[in-house]
Nanobody, 126 residues
């Protein structure tokens, strides 16, 4: 019912910046929240940031606070993740996710999201 496509990943040196984009299509009027997650090789998928679509509230993992910013362009159904001061430990596949309709207090849990993009690789070299 909602399709998500990420873009913007790549290779960057430590201290550099990247901006990830997520294009949402389909029944976007049902979106309650959008999130960014990441998964490094051999590790579980972890929460990065989330955005409540209607109210504009943002949430961040402690590891990225002050460095990453989640934002949206409602008119274009786009969500962005601006990543500054990147570190090698930020290297992972980054996924965009959407939760429809129902509110939740656990926006940091992958289980709360029903729709996922294909992921985009971010590699930070030291």
């Amino acid at each position: 019912q909602v399709q998500l496509v990420e873009s913007g990943g790549g290779l960057v040196q430590a201290g550099g910046s990247l901006r990830l984009s997520c294009a949402a299509s389909g029944r976007t009027f049902r979106i309650y929240a959008m999130g960014w997650f990441r998964q490094a090789p051999g590790k579980e998928r972890e929460f990065v940031a989330a955005f409540k679509w209607a109210v504009g509230s943002t949430y961040y993992a402690d590891s990225v606070k002050g460095r990453f910013t989640i934002s949206e362009d409602n008119a274009k159904n786009m969500v962005y993740l601006q990543m500054n001061s990147l570190k090698p430990e930020d290297t992972a596949v980054y996924y965009c996710a959407a939760r429809l309709d129902i509110a939740t207090t656990q926006l940091n849990s992958p289980a709360e999201y029903g729709y996922w993009g294909q992921g985009t690789q971010v590699t930070v070299s030291s």
